[in-house]
Each structure stands twice: as structure tokens, then as C-alpha cells.
């Protein structure tokens, strides 16, 4: 598995903030908020935020429409929990929970969702 964390959460919202990277050109992002019910891999806590994909050609496998409030999902994502900046990578196995029954299979039961402390994910 490739992916920094693997999990099965519904998004409860989804926010746009405002970034400048390096104090360089400002430009919009979409954040997902995951209420997360079972963990693969990764530190993740019982919510979990990352960078939404925007709609735009979907990639073989993956939808970037999954990313609307009330989907529940099985997410593979990679990133680092020193920025806590996460993305779906381009084709990635990330789809709709109901329709992920064979990964679900071969991942097993995972855990729950564990307390993080961000000042210790550094």
C-alpha cells in the first residue's frame, strides 16, 4: 500500500481557505473535513482534514465528485504529518465506501480512530 494513510470516513464539511505559499501568489483551496469510523494506516484521529480535488477530469478509478458533504468514503492519501497537508494522488483507490467491498476485504477490520495531538505529529 503506497498511500501515508488509508481510511473510511464521511465528509461533514467542506470549507474553501485562502493560501500563500512562501508569501508568493494567494490562490483557493477546497478542505474536507472527515468524521473518520476506521483506520488502516496513518495517524488519524477521530476527524480528519485534507485538501479536497476539484471537480475537473476525473482520472481512471477516481472521481474528484466524491468529495461532497455526506459521502462516505475510503480514502488513500499521501502527505506528512509534519504540514498535515494530505492529497489524493492521481489515480488513486479512493472511491465510495459501498462501492470499495474488495479493498475492505483485503485491508481487513482496521481500528478506530485514536486521539491526535498535532503538537506531537511533528
Do not use: H
Request: aromatic content about 10%.
Amino acid at each position: 500500500m503506497n498511500a501515508d494513510v488509508v481510511f473510511r470516513g464521511t465528509i461533514a464539511a467542506l470549507r474553501v481557505e485562502e493560501v500563500s505559499p512562501n508569501g508568493g501568489a494567494r490562490y483557493t483551496r477546497r478542505i474536507a473535513v472527515f468524521r473518520i469510523d476506521r483506520v488502516w494506516k496513518g495517524r488519524v484521529g477521530p476527524t480528519f482534514e485534507m485538501t479536497a480535488p476539484e471537480e475537473i477530469m476525473p482520472c481512471m478509478g477516481y472521481e474528484p465528485s466524491y468529495f461532497k458533504v455526506g459521502n462516505d468514503l475510503l480514502v488513500y492519501a499521501n502527505g506528512s504529518p509534519k504540514t498535515s497537508e494530505y492529497v489524493i494522488p492521481s489515480c488513486s483507490r479512493t472511491a465510495l465506501a459501498q462501492n470499495a467491498k474488495d479493498d475492505f476485504n483485503e485491508l481487513g477490520l482496521g481500528e478506530e480512530p485514536k486521539q491526535v495531538n498535532k503538537t506531537n505529529s511533528k
